[in-house]
């Protein structure tokens, strides 16, 4: 079986198109493609109680994003900025790169 890969990548810009915060954009964090998720900067926020330590001697709460389903985001395209499919193209050199289905650029 090949190796499951995500639609989006590390530093991908993406629309959340499904749960609380749907239609917010942010960047990739993190994939995780075995998962089937990723982090997106400012998406699913979780507040979580930090023990104090030597660098906050109080102990706190800190805001962290957690992982989201990877089929809850949409690639939004650099070059005519809307969220949109990818699909699939072989460069001459074998390089399989995403094509834009709204504009046709290619995005890697
Ligand atoms: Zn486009």
Known sequence: MALS??????DDEV????????????????AF???ERVV???INIRHKHQQ???????GGIVEKEAPIYSS????ICKYCDQPTK???????????VRVCKECGEIID
């Open 72 to 75: 809850n985001v949409m690639l």
């Open 15 to 30: 629309m959340v198109i499904a749960g609380n915060d749907k239609g917010k954009r942010g960047k990739v964090l993190k």
């Open 33 to 35: 493609p075995k998962e």
């Open 52 to 58: 104090p330590s030597q660098d906050m001697p109080q």
């Open 5 to 10: 890969k995500l639609h989006v990548k590390k």
């Open 86 to 96: 990818t699909g699939t193209e072989v460069l001459d050199s074998g390089e399989k």
């Open 40 to 42: 997106v900067e400012g």
